[in-house]
């Protein structure tokens, strides 16, 4: 009885923390491993320009599952399909980006169609290139940071992290289609809300610039982030 209070309150806590440390810093393969160049026009980039003959011999890990060297793959589609997925349903997530990609293409074709010769040329037709547009159209500079100072928290505008950047952009971008709500299906809209962040409209954009408003209105605080 003894023994098993002792365990309880002076050993376990101690082997828990250690474990938790343990699994923390835990990895398959060190840092010395460098990440896989797999898309082939970036493999002849890196061949031409730092002599790739010098990779051969290190240590390189494995690319994951959705790493192709396929002209197909492109890594903001994986990405946006991700953030669309909820509860690990991927393969339902697959089926909404590519509905919303052919909705994209109809919408697109139909407006090529009923445009003049000289306008024809600005309309894009490629789906992922109006992703493209539309994330980058979304991407924020700045974003508001809470620092305590004195017992008082202030909202701080700090710039954005690039991985940061893209995940506002994108969850802009679904949770204004998902505000529509059942009314229409979510490829129709999503579809429409790309168009339109594409050329800088649309609830996702007008995200973005109020953002920056209020970073703007809290300029006055920005040297916080050096105190």
């Given at each position: 009885m003894w023994f098993a209070k002792t365990f309880n309150s002076l050993i376990l806590p101690d082997l828990r923390y250690n474990l938790v440390n343990e699994i923390q810093f835990y990895s398959v393969f060190s840092p010395t491993y460098k990440k896989p160049i797999y898309g082939k026009e970036n493999q002849k980039v890196f061949f031409e320009r730092y002599k790739g003959k010098n990779i051969l011999r290190s240590k390189i890990k494995p690319s994951s599952s959705s790493e192709t060297c396929s002209e197909f793959y492109d890594a903001l589609v994986c990405k946006f399909t991700n953030h669309i997925m909820r509860e690990g349903k991927k393969q339902i997530a697959k089926k909404l980006v590519a509905d919303t990609f052919e909705?994209?293409?109809i919408m697109q074709l139909q407006k090529y169609y009923n445009a003049s010769?000289?306008?024809q040329k600005n309309?894009?037709?490629?789906?992922?290139k109006i992703l493209h547009e539309a994330v980058?159209?979304?991407?924020?500079i700045l974003h508001l940071q809470k620092i305590m100072k004195?017992?008082?928290?202030?909202k701080v505008p700090v710039p954005v992290d690039k991985n940061r950047a893209v995940f506002l952009s994108m969850n802009w971008?679904?949770?204004?289609a998902q505000d529509k709500g059942n009314?229409?299906?979510?490829?129709?809209?999503m579809a429409q809300e790309l168009i339109n962040a594409a050329q800088n409209k649309g609830k996702a954009v007008k995200k973005m610039y109020d953002l920056h408003?209020?970073?703007?209105?809290?300029r006055a605080y920005a040297h916080y982030r050096w105190i």
């Open positions: 909705n994209i293409k010769l000289d306008n309309i894009i037709l490629d789906p992922k980058n159209n979304c991407l924020p004195v017992k008082l928290s202030y971008l679904i949770k204004a009314a229409e299906k979510f490829g129709d809209v408003k209020q970073c703007e209105a809290n």
